[in-house]
C-alpha cells in the first residue's frame, strides 16, 4: 500500500468488517438462545396445559381411561380429540409404563416411543427436560416431562417434546440475512472509507504539489496556500512557510555576500592591473623580472575574469541583471565573435567557421549578454579541441526561433558528465587535471545557461568522447513578456 489514503481505507474496513462481524456473531448467538428458550417455553405451557385439561376432565367426569377388548389401557375418545389439537408431540403413560396416549402427528417409530417413555420420571419424582436424539436417525427433540396427578389414580407422567429444527429454522433465517448484510456493510465501508480518505487527505496532495513546484533558489519567494482552518495540514503549510522565509532569507545572505564580495574585488583588481601593466613598460628590466609580470598580469586578468563571472551570477540570482533589449541583426554578433574567435583558434591550431543566413535576423535581445553567451561557447569550444580540429558556428531561423549552434571536433564530454556541464563551478576531470592548459573555474556554461533563459530560450548540448560537441542555442523571435 503506497499511500496513506489505500492504508486509512483497509484499516477503516477491517475494523468496520470485525465489529460487524462481532455484532453479527452475538446477535445469532442471543437469537438462538431465545429461540431454544421460546421452545422451552412452549412445550412447558403444553404440558401444563396437557394436565390441566385432564385434572379439569377428571374432576368432572371421573375415570379418563378405558380399557378395549384385549385389556388394554387407553384415553377415552373424546379428550383424545382435545389433546390432538396439541401441535407438538405428547406421550402420556400410566403408572405402570403403559403408553396411554401417543400423538399421531408426529410420525415415529415404536422404538422411538420407547425410547421416549423412558425418559419421563419415575413415580413422585416431579419433573424432568433435556434434548434427546431419537434413536436410529431419529429427529433431535426437546423434551420436558412431568407427574400427571389429580387426574386418576391410572395416570403415571406426561410427556411434550418439539423437533430443535423448529428453533433452528427461526435462527438460519436470521443467519442468511446476516451473511447478506456484512459483505454489502463491507463494500459500503470501502467506498465510504476511500472518499473519507481522499477528502481529508486532498489538501496533502496539494502542499505536495505546490512544494514541488519551489524547485530551486529563485522560487524560494513562493509560499503555500494556507487554510483558514488551524487544523494539522494548516499548521503543516504554516510551517512549511516559516521553513521558506528563512531558507529564502538565507539564500539572500549568501547572494549579497557573493555579490558584496566580488564588487569589493573589483577595484583592488583594477588597480592591480594597472600597477603590474604600468611595471612591464619601465624600460631596462630584467628578463625574469619581465616573465614574473607576465605570469602576474595574466593570473590578474584571470582573477578579474572570475570575480566579473561570480559577480553577474550574483546579480542575476538577486534579480537585479536587467536585459537591456533592443532588436538586433544576430549576424553582426557572430561576425564579431568570429573575429575574437579566429585569434583564439588560430593560437590553438584550430579552424573556424561561420555559416549565417543570406537574410538579416533581427531579434531583440540584450546584446552584451549575447555576445558574452557566444564568447563563452566559442572559447570552451576551441579550448576543448585539440589542435588540426575545427569550430562551426551556425545561425538559422525558424517558425519564430532562432537556432545558434557552435559544434567542435574536440574531446567531447563524457555522457555521464553531460547533467553537470551547466553547474557552477563545475569542470570535468580532464579539464581539471590540465588547468594549466586549459585554465578556466568552471562558470563560463552556467552564466551561458542563465542567458539563455533570461531570454526566455533554452540551451542543449550533445557531445561524444572524442568525436566534438555541439551545444544549441535556442532564442524565441519575439521578447515574452
Ligand atoms: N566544447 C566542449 N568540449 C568539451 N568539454 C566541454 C566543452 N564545453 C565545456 N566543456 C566541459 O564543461 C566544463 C564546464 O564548462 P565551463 O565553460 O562552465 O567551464 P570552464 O570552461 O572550465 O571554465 P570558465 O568557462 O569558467 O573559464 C568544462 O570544464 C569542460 O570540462
Ligand atoms: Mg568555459
Known amino acids: 500500500m503506497q499511500t496513506i489514503r489505500g492504508r486509512l481505507t483497509v484499516w477503516y474496513s477491517a475494523a468496520l468488517v470485525l465489529t460487524l462481524a462481532a455484532f453479527a456473531m452475538v446477535l445469532y448467538v442471543a437469537r438462538r438462545r431465545a429461540s431454544y428458550d421460546d421452545l422451552d417455553q412452549r412445550i412447558r405451557s403444553e404440558a401444563e396445559l396437557t394436565a390441566a385439561i385432564l385434572g379439569e376432565s377428571y374432576r368432572a367426569r371421573g375415570a379418563l381411561v378405558t380399557y378395549d377388548s384385549t385389556g388394554k389401557p387407553a384415553l377415552v375418545a373424546d379428550i383424545k380429540a382435545v389433546l390432538e389439537a396439541v401441535p407438538d408431540y405428547l406421550l402420556i403413560t400410566a403408572q405402570d409404563g403403559e403408553i396411554l396416549y401417543s400423538s399421531s402427528s408426529a410420525s415415529l417409530t415404536y422404538q422411538q416411543v420407547v425410547q421416549l417413555r423412558k425418559l419421563t420420571p419415575p413415580p413422585l419424582s416431579g419433573r424432568t427436560a433435556g434434548t434427546v436424539r431419537l434413536e436410529p436417525d431419529g429427529p433431535e427433540l426437546r423434551y420436558v416431562a ?252 525558424s517558425d519564430g526561433r532562432v537556432t545558434l549552434t557552435v559544434a567542435d571536433t574536440g574531446i567531447g564530454i563524457a555522457a555521464g558528465d553531460l547533467p553537470h556541464i551547466f553547474d557552477r563551478f563545475w569542470r570535468a576531470d580532464s579539464a581539471r587535471t590540465r588547468t594549466g592548459e586549459r585554465p578556466g573555474a568552471g562558470l563560463g556554461l552556467a552564466i551561458c545557461k542563465w542567458i539563455a533563459e533570461a531570454h526566455g530560450g533554452t540551451i542543449e548540448v550533445q557531445s561524444r568522447p572524442g568525436r566534438g560537441t555541439t551545444f544549441t542555442v535556442t532564442l524565441p523571435k519575439e521578447a515574452a513578456g
Do not use: C
Open 146 to 397: 412431568h407427574i400427571v396427578s389429580g387426574a386418576g389414580p391410572r395416570f403415571g407422567s406426561l410427556l411434550v417434546a418439539a423437533d430443535v429444527r423448529t428453533a433452528e429454522l427461526a435462527v438460519a433465517q436470521l443467519l442468511s440475512t446476516l451473511l447478506l448484510i456484512v459483505p454489502i456493510g463491507l463494500i459500503a465501508a470501502i467506498l465510504v472509507g476511500s472518499w473519507i480518505a481522499r477528502r481529508a487527505l486532498e489538501p496533502v496532495d496539494r502542499i505536495i504539489s505546490e512544494v514541488r513546484e519551489i524547485t530551486d533558489g529563485r522560487s524560494l519567494h513562493r509560499r503555500l496556500a494556507e487554510p483558514m482552518v488551524k487544523d494539522e495540514l494548516g499548521r503543516l503549510a504554516e510551517t512549511l512557510n516559516q521553513m521558506m522565509t528563512r531558507l529564502e532569507r538565507s539564500f539572500a545572505a549568501l547572494r549579497r555576500f557573493t555579490a558584496d564580495a566580488s564588487h569589493e574585488l573589483k577595484t583592488p583588481l583594477t588597480v592591480l592591473r594597472s600597477g603590474v601593466e604600468r611595471a612591464i613598460t619601465t624600460p631596462g628590466l630584467s628578463q625574469d623580472t619581465l616573465a614574473t609580470l607576465e605570469e602576474t598580469l595574466q593570473e590578474i586578468k584571470r582573477m578579474t575574469e572570475l570575480v566579473e563571472a561570480l559577480l553577474t551570477l550574483a546579480r542575476a540570482d538577486e534579480g537585479i541583471a536587467p536585459l537591456h533589449r533592443e532588436p538586433v541583426d544576430l549576424r553582426a554578433i557572430l561576425e564579431e565573435a568570429r573575429e575574437t574567435g579566429d585569434l583564439l583558434a588560430e593560437q590553438a591550431g584550430v579552424q573556424m567557421e561561420l555559416a549565417t543566413p543570406p537574410e538579416p535576423v533581427i531579434v531583440p535581445v540584450d546584446a552584451s549578454r549575447i555576445r558574452q553567451l557566444i564568447l563563452n561557447l566559442v572559447t570552451n569550444a576551441v579550448k576543448y579541441t585539440p589542435s588540426g580540429g575545427s569550430v562551426r558556428m551556425q545561425l538559422g531561423q
